[in-house]
């Protein structure tokens, strides 16, 4: 009974239109929130660390010693001759200027450097405000009152938060309209249709706009942490599996058209063959992001909740969005290329030719499977081997932003007449009876520059400090006999701010933090080290902690769903195995990439992380739509035949969506960040090599060669089993 004829024709053209309504009010709702998501955002990295953290503990201390919570910019400037008095009053004169913008705190007074080339100024800005925009003002503040002869650069903690803020500026705009641009011009070559593109832009699109919407709200209550690098990870995400799904519908849908069913009997016929599929596919997906809530570091947690509420409502729109659109298109969507009868053409006599690429493929898999499969693995081995050259190990903050950076230049000029870690102190937190067992330890490490204590009545917020018989004395910059202020007691404790001898984002000046914690963990255990390095040291571990426990996490979920759809415990388990084995060489072959071709200095530890979780979830998308196709065709027509009928009908959209994944996630890197700049070359090759010789050699192939007792120990295999013994038997009696 023809299924159109049951359903009233309102019925046929309400319901897609009550759809397609719901999706516009929610689209036009969640779109204006496109320019509002720096008012949820942070991209403060301490903020970010688990509450255990000695980095944390000192941050969530700093506001008891300093009265406000402030972070530190640091004016430099420089000239090549010794800088005169009339120099040196225009730069305290500037000084002055700078503490009178809004957003500012006490500026402290020009400090000369000991060659006389050189000032830095201290200047506290307001860490709970715009922090960028104070920084671009002081920026051009001093640009515009520069004394003649001289340079200056806006360095220090604030400085670097401005670079990395700058960085992220596109994501709004320009990652959105590199992203769409490439996925359309993807769709318009693979389907010849000017039309059907944009509707499954508009099935993207319109997820992304809900989904922002809601993890909006979710910000806006504290509920979620959501900083510049999750947002560009939504946002790619989305498009980029909201599109897959979308093919793999209009796969279905084309399939059902061009076999000459109607509008509803198409949609439904679509629809019944796409939702295992997607929901499987997306399901997976969503139980390896929500791993991340296994992580300690706050931004990595957040990413799980976060990315799967994009993945859940690109889920809901290829299923409702674009079935609604399609059903109201109908065969016009796909105008001027109309679907024709015949989706799978592979005839089953193995000697009959074949025309087309995909079943040109199947044939070829078929006749050297054994062959496909062992050549495939052993190239993938050989690009995994390039892991053992992977630098994932922290970078510095001045080389997370690519390209200029005012920040990092002026850190330069800092080292080159200050200590190098001037700027970005230590901050120590002591308890007062073991100050001068503190200073001690200070002043034995070879890595402490200087020492001084957080003085709430000093002009500068600060006095010197240094042990002399034993005993710590403090001693304050101002005419000679002042009296030197007392440092400021916060529960019966003394906040140390140390000027590190190396650059505070450098390796040295980690090993010195280490160090210093590892001393005071056996002679004083109460004190506490925190700061800009102290910060980077804790996420770093705290990173590497989170990819050895959360990666054999999610293998095992993923297998754990591939064994319920498959209803096979041997196919699931190949599947991981060549996942695991594309990924290994994804991420090989980007550490060569890296190291000789972009020359990077090295890689963040949630890298390897961030790479696994996107290409193993969204590897596995692959192996779904492939196997569970293969699963449906094997019911009628045996394994083999099967796994090539499966090949056939699922190559296309898999290229197609390989390439609109790889294209989205390629988009990440016109945002100059190093580590958004990684995870779109590492995610980007790895579906490349996962949609052109996973999913098209070796895992048919692998599948082929095995035969039946790739679905062991399910139903499946044991009729097939048996269906070969009862051929043997008859073969012998015969």
């Not at 019944?272 to 809530?293: D, M, N, Q, R, Y």
């Not at 390989?658 to 100059?672: C, H, N, S, W, Y």
């Amino acid at each position: 009974m023809n299924s159109e004829r049951s359903v009233p024709r309102w019925l046929r053209i309400g319901i897609p239109a009550l759809l397609v309504l719901v999706w516009l009010v929610g689209g036009s709702v969640g779109g204006p929130y496109f320019g509002r998501v720096s008012e949820v955002a942070t991209n403060d990295q301490s903020s970010f660390l688990p509450a255990s953290a000695d980095a944390t503990k000192v941050s969530e201390r700093l506001t008891d010693f300093t009265g406000g919570e402030e972070i530190p910019a640091v004016v430099v400037a420089a000239a090549s001759d010794p800088l005169d008095e009339a120099q040196l009053a225009a730069l305290g004169e500037l000084g002055t200027a700078i503490g009178e913008l809004d957003g500012v705190g006490e500026v402290s007074p020009p400090i000369p450097s000991e060659d006389g080339l050189a000032v830095q100024v201290f200047v506290p800005i307001d860490a709970s405000g715009e922090v960028r925009d104070v920084v671009e003002e002081v920026r051009a503040l001093v640009q515009e009152d520069l004394p003649a002869g001289v340079e200056a650069w806006v360095t220090g903690p604030a400085g670097f938060t401005a670079d990395l803020a700058e960085g992220f500026l596109g994501i709004d705009g320009l990652l959105l309209i590199v992203a769409l641009a490439a996925v359309f011009i993807i769709l318009v070559v693979v389907y010849r249709s000017p039309l059907l593109p944009i509707l499954v832009l508009l099935t993207s699109v319109f997820a992304l706009c809900v989904a922002l919407l809601t993890v909006w709200w979710l910000a806006k209550a504290d509920i979620v942490v959501l900083n510049g690098q999750v947002q560009g990870i939504l946002f790619i995400l989305v498009i980029g599996a909201a599109t897959d799904y979308a093919l793999l519908y209009t796969a279905r849908y084309r399939e059902a058209i061009g076999a000459g069913a109607s509008r509803w009997d198409a949609t439904l016929r679509a629809w019944k063959g796409a939702v295992e599929p997607i929901l499987a596919s997306g399901g997976t997906v969503i139980a390896g992001l929500l791993c991340l809530l296994l992580s300690d570091l706050a931004s990595n947690k957040a990413l799980g909740p976060i990315a799967s509420i994009g993945i859940a409502f690109s889920m809901l729109s290829a299923l409702t969005f674009l079935p609604a659109l399609l059903a109201l298109f109908g065969r016009a969507a796909f105008w001027p290329f109309i679907p024709r009868t015949g989706a799978i053409d592979l005839p089953d006599d193995p000697r009959e030719p074949v025309r087309g690429l995909w079943p040109r493929q199947a044939r070829f898999v078929a006749r050297r499977a054994r062959t496909v499969w062992i050549a495939s693995t052993v190239v993938l081995l050989v690009g995994a081997a390039g892991v053992l050259q992977l630098n994932a190990n922290g970078v510095p903050s001045s080389d997370l932003v690519l390209g200029a950076s005012e920040a990092r230049d002026g850190q330069a000029a800092l080292a080159e007449h200050f200590p190098a870690g001037s700027g970005s102190p230590a901050s120590v937190i002591v308890p007062q009876d073991r100050l001068a067992d503190a200073l001690a330890v200070l002043e034995e490490n070879p890595g402490i520059s200087s020492v001084a204590a957080v003085a709430a009545d000093s002009p500068t917020g600060q006095v010197s400090v240094a042990l002399e018989g034993g005993e710590p004395v403090f001693t304050a910059a101002g005419p000679p006999g002042a009296p030197a202020p007392e440092p400021t007691v916060s529960e019966g404790d003394v906040l140390l701010s140390v000027t590190l001898a190396d650059p505070a984002d450098s390796l040295e000046a980690e090993q010195t933090v280490r160090d210093l914690r590892a001393t005071f963990a056996d002679e004083a255990p109460e004190v506490l080290v925190g700061g800009t390095t102290a910060t980077n040291v804790d996420t770093n571990d705290t990173s590497i902690r989170d990819r050895t426990v959360i990666i054999p996490v999610i293998l095992v979920v993923i297998l754990l769903i591939l064994m319920l759809l498959l209803r096979s415990i041997l196919a699931p388990v190949l599947l991981i195995l060549s996942t695991i084995l594309s990924f290994g060489t994804a991420l090989g072959v980007s550490a060569l990439v890296f190291n000789h071709v972009f020359d990077f200095p090295g890689g963040d530890p949630a890298v390897p992380l961030y790479g696994f979780v996107f290409l193993v979830a969204l590897g596995v998308d692959y192996n779904i739509f492939l196997m569970s196709r293969v699963r449906e065709e094997t019911l009628e027509h045996g394994t083999r035949r099967g796994i090539a009928r499966g090949l056939v009908a699922t190559g296309g959209v898999i290229t197609s969506a390989g390439l609109v994944l790889a294209a989205t996630f390629a988009a990440l890197g016109v945002i100059p960040i190093l580590f958004l700049a990684q995870i779109a070359f590492i995610v980007a090759f790895g579906v490349l090599l996962d949609t052109f010789v996973v999913r098209s050699l070796l895992v048919p192939a692998l599948a082929h060669d095995i035969g039946p007792a790739i679905w062991w120990p399910s139903k499946q295999w044991r009729r097939e089993r048996d269906v070969q013994r009862g051929d043997t038997r008859r073969t012998l009696d015969a």
